[in-house]
């Protein structure tokens, strides 16, 4: 075991879930995600959907069975036809034979599919899935760990194996610290870790009004470790020592010299036995087929948390939509709940970096990734059975009632 698999898989068993490490790809999207069964859980605080939040459109959940859909190889790897999979989900199709794009449209659901691109647009957002859809013998073909860790999360959460998770205790993460100052525009004088940390402390006053227990992986202005991989690793065992329900590290993005690019971005760890978004995660022990991370265990959920906090950063700030991707990011690997890490905007943007500067601006950040959480808890609400949630009178945010 190479130093680095060592330090991974002790941070596995401090975890206790390197059990997680022995599933395949292939099966684990139909195991449960968390070792006890979860059918009642506690509501959030507050439970029901909130006035004017958007969850996802999905019908009551229920006994709901995925449907089987026919397994075609390729590369050695296994994929549906996108036709059937529309056809199974209930959505109709339109195929563009010049364009190898097939539009699948459920009510207020759609998805874009283009032959041998990763780039699809879901719900009108960008989505970079792990694997290009394949164009063969004049149909398109869907990876299948991007159909059950990613697409069916958001075509039919209800179809969703594992037991929906309880939303109680949020971590937030606010990137960097101490002599790590994360990305710097010294032009402007602003410093990534001290621009996170105040979206931290925003966006943790919102959720206390709401009610939720939120905690913190740093409120001063210090590295958490003595090297940067042992600070990453850090966080995630802060969220799973309290327990965290959902895990959300902020970051402010850059890419000095070009100083044009814009928009914000939202990460997720990358699924197991597929690449990372870019070539940062190359050699990294979990970057081989059989093996996933402990977050892993949790990706149809996190898929819905970085769709929903996506959409509510792109609407909230009006920024250009830079996709939902994947990495294997640190921070997140030995996370025990749902985590997404976000880039709001570029500090190598001067404009986008002179309204991170504002106060003001940094509320707004705060309130988008407030809105992203509060559509994500719409969405396990709605999912929920029946029995559990909360009666009609408690379907509103529980204002000033911190824990
Ligand atoms: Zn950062």
Redesign the pocket.
């Known amino acids: 075991m190479s130093p680095a698999a060592f330090r991974f898989a002790a941070l596995g068993a401090m975890v206790g879930l390197l059990a997680a490490c022995s599933q395949t790809a292939s099966a684990a999207a139909n195991e449960p995600s968390v070792p006890a069964p979860l059918r009642a859980p506690p509501q959030r605080p507050g439970g029901g959907v909130a006035p004017g939040v958007t969850a996802l459109n999905v019908p009551m959940a229920s006994a709901a069975k995925a449907p089987t859909l026919t397994v075609t190889r390729f590369k050695n790897e296994d994929y549906f036809a996108a036709s059937e999979i529309a056809e199974r989900l209930g959505f109709k199709t339109t195929w563009e034979e010049s364009k190898r794009e097939l539009t699948m449209v459920a009510g207020s659901r759609k998805l874009v599919l283009t032959g041998e691109k990763r780039e699809v647009a879901c719900n009108g957002l960008r989505i970079f899935l792990g694997d290009a859809v394949l164009y063969r013998g004049g149909k398109l073909y869907v990876n299948r760990t991007d159909y059950e860790r990613c697409l069916l999360s958001l075509l039919r959460p209800e179809f969703i194996t594992s037991p929906v998770p309880k939303l109680r205790t949020i971590v937030l993460d606010p990137?960097?610290g101490g002599s790590d100052p994360?990305?710097e525009n010294n032009a402007l004088r602003v410093q990534?870790k001290v621009l996170?940390l105040d979206v931290a402390l925003r966006l943790e006053k919102l959720l206390r009004a709401e009610g939720y227990s939120v905690v913190l992986t740093r409120r001063e202005d210090r590295q958490l470790a003595p090297t940067k991989e042992a600070d990453l690793q850090r966080r995630a065992i802060i969220a799973n020592a309290a327990g965290a329900d959902l895990f959300l590290s902020i970051?402010?993005n850059s890419l000095f010299p070009d100083t044009r690019v814009s928009g914000s971005e939202v990460y997720v760890f990358t699924r197991p036995g597929q690449r990372s978004d870019t070539s940062w995660g190359f050699g990294q022990p979990d970057d081989s087929e059989n093996e996933i991370a402990p977050v892993n265990r949790h990706d149809p959920w996190t898929s819905i948390l970085a769709h929903a906090v996506h959409r509510e950063t792109i609407n909230g700030l009006k920024t250009a939509d830079r996709g939902h991707k994947t990495k294997h990011l640190g921070v997140l690997r030995g996370l025990n709940c749902p985590g997404v890490l976000v880039?709001s905007l570029f500090l190598s943007n001067a404009e986008e970096a002179r309204r991170a500067a504002t106060p003001a601006y940094r509320q707004q950040i705060a309130e988008a990734l407030w809105s992203g959480i509060r559509s994500y808890a719409a969405t396990l609400d709605t999912l929920r059975p029946k029995s559990s949630t909360a009666p009609a009178t408690a379907n509103r945010p529980a204002a000033s009632n911190s824990p």
């Open positions: 990137g960097h994360g990305m990534e996170a970051h402010f880039e």
